[in-house]
């Protein structure tokens, strides 16, 4: 590459990439790849063994920016990539890089294998490209054999093979492979693989592995560890092609239902840190072993991990007490991001495969939110993004290029159903679209397992099976929103009994009312109380985006991103119906599924990406809603309902909205309606989310 | 110390060192030291509580190079150091470097209390100052408390403080501190004292230990681990005083008592190697016990650790297979140093402890070697050093500044005494020294116990006590030299046995004959055969030796430094007189103890020698005695006894030395003289020693 290039050299381009650049005649497509930065794996060292550099050859010209059909362009195959192809084959149009060389002008398709998996991702993110740069490399290398008259050490001479083929200089080595050394040497006759690992280009490359011979395999796992569920990647470090998606439930689940009775479980039981570590990594040793029969892939394969997960999912994944983050001030033990190694965690992975956890933004602000901000990257854009994730507490991000702030709102478990009458998990069975006709007030739905209505013919014989069990969470915002929508509540949110005599659905209970949404083998009702629960979380959501907002002087955003399982399964329209988001044209609010999951990916796959977001979450300005005096007044102006059906009109149908009511027990009387909450009474709500 | 400097800034001498600077009036002691690269210990960071930065202080006046007696080169005492002074006071004319500031002229003793047990290390030793840079450094800060509107991490704030007093960036940190940092942040009520480790200037710093508060007690180990025995100091980091020194004898002896039966023992034994391994931990376990009970300290407070050891020892210390070192090539696992945690070797020490092992110099030529190196310095002088470890086998150093050499000689087991008739180890009884009279052909000698000789009055009934049970290791060589000079034994080592009609104690057994040293209740002859055995060593010694000289192209070596226990013991003057060392004025010729301990001493005290031993250890050139076909005819050049009594006029006394025998059957016969030995044979000896 040293030789002086001219403006006859041959002129290479690399797609996707677009990078382009003159190369000298006999140049390898592999070296000209390499000297542009673009990513193309090699684990032979241009032995022409492990195929893993193969790239998609289109001849070109670019004299008149058209390619046109030349043979000459490309070195014809040699004996090494000949004898490649009739072993191991090689489709059409594909050559090895190492053992090809340019000869005219080229273009180059690195072929782009990642491809993440729909369930879990947007479909529109099956078209993203995550470009490689893994923090681990795999290097083959032939070491000379013992020398008396220069008796350097078995390793020692391994790792002068490795400076000399690999360019690695000043390497570390793994403490348990000091005993593995000699007999993995011999027995791969001096030839072995070295997984050489480098989280960052500062830090200094480890060899955390080594096989015999040529070792072509080498996978990562991408993990987002949820409250509720746990969801991993496992993915081709060498190609990037995700091999296996799965989740489980996460087993903390009983030791208590929440993350706040997770804490006093800690702080009750001397051994409760312990147990709840213990639980969640053996569930992650599960989910291990579950992606890797999935995929038909070793677990000694995995070499490398990205972990991320809501700050206290973190600590006690990391073996620490996450006591500190149930009470003010809410101190993380450690915030920045932590590199350990699997083996430290008990991981049954590789034993000296890596460990990378995202940093967490704050206190409730975990590095699932960093994960997700990785994932959809306000900060990449001028656009300005708000970010949401909804769970017991929503965590929110907003912002663009310039300034991107973070704060988390205490919105309770109702958008997960839990504080709500009728509510249940997603389940066959469970309610998950309702519509109501504002004439009749007579509802019609669907349940998970039937694609049918419920007033459409053959729906009684499909739920007869699966009965009608309840509201699953993510609809509860749609039956709110439709009961406002048809006049069964009021902006203000109280449910109207004086309809009780123009419907037999509107039933008394107490003092308030209640709307009966199926009356089969179990009686689904939304109570007066279901309302003023999703009224509170609602309320504190848009509070939060609005002091966001105003942090940032913005009066509107430019784009929506809905992060996690319940924005997967919301209605964005209905969502802005009863104003858990701010105004937003409808086109740019769209649910992002496992954001964080995503990004954490997108961190193994590429270890730019780690400083990236390392750099993020130190720019993202924290706002601590509970230090926010402004936070109060937000939240109480967020307790109405909007009139939202203008912005609508396929929602408005032929209702007449009803009158805002304005009878003296309203709002603040003991039927539940909102109030104005104390300062302790949010950290004690808080406590309980 | 950015401020201009000028003439008439005050001039500061730091001693021992010797480094001088001048600084402004105002800039404290501390800062002058560091400025100057003046290793001063400080724990709180200036706040006048850890005292480690003590200091004697001469006020001076270089104007006529000589010290007057001035009051106002230094600054009065302020409070703070007046309060240390009143809680735990302060030695006269000792002030705190980091509260006292330069105000004139002055002359700094730094105290340098580094101390070598007179048991382990020459006399010659004890004045020698280790210049301190240990890798280890306490650190005390003061963090911020958990600030809500700035949720940056508790480990992370700790770190920021670490750089802003301290000036440590991009600090690692011990993955076993984080499930402990907030509890000893608050424990300390935010001041903790953080232990970081860097071993070399380009590796990052750790966070390897926090405690509560202040704390102000680090310690290291120093540890030797032969095959025989392994040998540990305790030094305080902060202080560099050696706080206890032990040894114990290698337990692994029950599995072998020299080393190739040792690796015979892995060969032979599925579970040796691990055997073995945790033998010699454990044995190291109980020696940090002991050290630390001597020296009153907690074997918490250990934090680094330095290893040396031949290279069978090495390996299983590290928990490797030593079997590739029992057969040619001899293959090293790994030559370099190691770099590793205590706890990844099962030691019970601070579980952030590091360890470092120096690195080997070649399959024969271990780490104890290095260290021996790096304690004499053969590499740091301009004389040429012979330096030489004599166990079971020769290791051997040679050279200067400008190039050093290094090889090991099968000596095997003989001069310690494991090959001869009545060796025996040092005990109270064996004999120690040797004389015998040439006319009468009687010997007097001493045993250990005992200060008499044999033939003074009073021995016997000291003798009855203790017994005469053998003879010991190190009076092999006297016996023989003095058989050799009293004319017993020929030039070519044969015991004449037509002296028999002059003495009784020539006794003939079979075809040889034997000397009577000793005939009481047990009869202590030195049989033909022994004198074949020290021959037989002394020639594979000197040959080594000779092989060596001849590389670097010399005649005579300068200096000859001893090693190891034997060279504790031997007489030089009767190891020139049997040829075990080349011609070398007397003087210059010494035993030097325990050098790999103090090399690992050295390492442990000060990081910049464990790059100065790695780069020397580089550059050290390895002859394989096995590879060179010179060497043999060297070894039988070697095998005669020289005519040295010229050297030694007052060895000499009144004998004629025999005539050189010319009969028939000399060299070469079957009564057990040398005779060129084939490579086999020889391989076949290593393998045994």
Chains 1, 2 share one sequence.
């Not at 840190?273 to 579950?290: D, P, W």
């Not at 960093?370 to 909804?390: C, I, K, N, W």
């Not at 007579?442 to 014989?461: Q, T, V, Y």
Request: aromatic share 4%; net charge negative.
């Amino acid at each position: 590459m040293n030789a002086p290039l001219n403006h006859t050299d041959p002129l290479v381009l690399f797609m996707p990439s677009g990078k382009r650049g003159r190369f000298p005649k006999g140049t390898t497509v592999l070296d000209a790849a390499r000297e542009l930065g673009v990513y193309v794996e090699s684990v032979c060292g241009g032995r022409a063994t492990c195929g893993r550099c193969q790239v998609i050859v289109q001849e070109g010209s670019f004299a008149k920016h058209k390619i046109v059909s030349s043979n000459d362009h490309i070195s014809a195959k040699g004996a090494k990539e000949e004898r490649y192809e009739r072993i191991r084959g090689l489709a059409d149009g594909r050559r090895l890089s190492c053992s090809s060389t340019i000869e005219g002008d080229l273009v180059i398709d690195v072929p782009q294998d990642t491809v993440i998996n729909a369930q879990v991702v947007r479909k529109a993110a099956l078209d993203r490209v995550i470009e490689r740069s893994p923090a681990l490399q795999l290097c083959y290398v032939e070491v000379d054999q013992p020398d008396m008259h220069k008796p350097l050490g078995d390793l020692d001479r391994l790792k002068v093979m490795l400076e000399k083929d690999w360019g690695w200089q000043d390497l570390l080595v793994s403490q348990h492979l000091l005993p593995q050394t000699q007999s993995i040497l011999r027995k791969g006759q001096w030839g072995v693989t070295a997984a050489i690992h480098r989280d960052l280009e500062s830090s200094r490359p480890s060899i955390i592995a080594l096989w015999p011979g040529l070792h072509n395999e080498a996978y990562g796992i991408a993990c987002d560890i949820g409250s509720t569920t746990i969801a991993m990647h496992l993915v081709s470090l060498l190609s990037g092609r995700v091999v296996a998606t799965s989740g489980t439930s996460n087993p903390q689940i009983r030791f208590g239902e929440d993350l706040m009775s997770r804490v006093s479980y800690v702080m009750m039981n001397p051994e409760g840190r312990q147990a709840m570590t213990t639980a969640v990594r053996e569930a992650i040793n599960g989910l291990v072993s579950k992606v890797c029969a999935e995929g038909g892939v070793s677990a000694d394969d995995i070499l490398d991990a990205v972990f991320v997960g809501n700050p206290i999912m973190h600590h006690l994944f990391l073996g620490i007490d996450p006591t500190e983050l149930g009470q003010a001030p809410f101190a993380l033990a450690v915030s920045g991001a932590v590199h350990t190694w699997g083996s430290e965690l008990g991981l049954k992975i590789n034993h000296g495969a890596r460990v990378y956890v995202l940093p967490c933004i704050a206190g409730h602000v975990g590095a699932d939110a960093a994960a997700a901000t990785l994932s959809e990257g306000p900060h990449r854009q001028d656009r300005m993004m708000l970010l949401v994730d909804v769970g017991t507490n929503a965590e929110i991000v907003l912002g663009n290029r310039e300034r991107v702030v973070a704060a988390s709102s205490p919105t309770g478990p109702a958008f997960e159903g839990a504080e709500i009458s009728s509510g249940q998990r997603a389940a066959p069975g469970a309610i998950e679209r309702v519509r109501i006709d504002p004439e009749t007030l007579e509802p019609r739905f669907r349940i998970i397992g039937s694609e049918k209505w419920s007033d459409e013919e053959g729906f009684a014989e499909e739920s007869s099976a699966l009965g009608v069990t309840g509201i699953c969470g993510s609809a509860i915002i749609e039956v709110v929103a439709e009961m406002y929508l048809a006049g069964i509540i009021s902006e203000d949110g109280v449910v109207d009994g004086s309809l009780a005599t123009r419907s037999p659905r509107i039933l008394q209970s107490g003092r308030t009312w209640s709307y009966l949404l199926h009356d089969g083998k179990q009686r689904i009702t939304v109570t007066q109380n279901d309302v003023r629960a999703i009224q509170l979380a609602k309320s504190a959501l848009y509070a939060g985006i609005k002091l966001l907002m105003e942090k940032l002087g913005v009066q509107r955003v430019d784009t929506i991103r809905f992060a996690g399982a319940f924005g997967s399964f919301i209605d964005p329209k209905y969502a802005m119906v009863l104003g858990l988001i701010p105004d937003c044209d409808l086109k740019e609010v769209s649910a992002v599924g496992n954001a964080a999951g995503q990004g954490a990916l997108m961190a193994l796959l590429n270890r730019d990406y780690r400083r990236e977001i390392e750099d993020t979450v130190r720019r993202i300005e924290k706002i601590e809603t509970a230090l926010e005096p402004h936070f109060q007044q937000l939240f109480i102006d967020a307790m109405a309902l909007p009139n939202k059906v203008d912005a609508f009109p396929e929602l408005a149908r032929s209702v007449t909205l009803p009158a805002r009511k304005t009878s003296p027990d309203e709002p603040g009387t003991s039927d539940g309606a909102p109030r104005r909450r104390s300062r302790e009474e949010r950290a004690a709500r808080r406590s309980r989310s």
